[in-house]
């Protein structure tokens, strides 16, 4: 998927969590970004808001890989568990 948002900027988490709610029908309860958790529905609600604000390539100079633009964004969805994300395809996003 090509992660831009509506503003033409790279998509947010919130807005990735809202493309795989309306595109596929899917309650996204966990993302992944390789072993970086970029959401987790069981954190706080003020760690929530922090995580889903987020820019998807926020984390990646923390990480040791700034200027990536292809990243593969692994998910749980509501009702499995956390070893079903191995079950999943990765979500392939293009950053702009």
Known sequence: MQAVGADGQEMTVQEVLDWLQRTHGWTVT???????????REE????????????LSENLEDA???????????????GED?????ARPPLLCSLP
């Open 64 to 78: 040791g890989e700034p200027g990536q633009r292809e990243l593969e964004l692994y998910y749980v969805c509501e």
């Open 82 to 86: 956390a070893e079903a994300e191995d």
């Open 30 to 40: 966990m993302l992944l970004r390789g072993h970086t958790v970029l959401y987790d």
């Open 44 to 55: 706080d609600e003020e760690t929530r808001t922090r995580q889903r604000a987020q820019r």
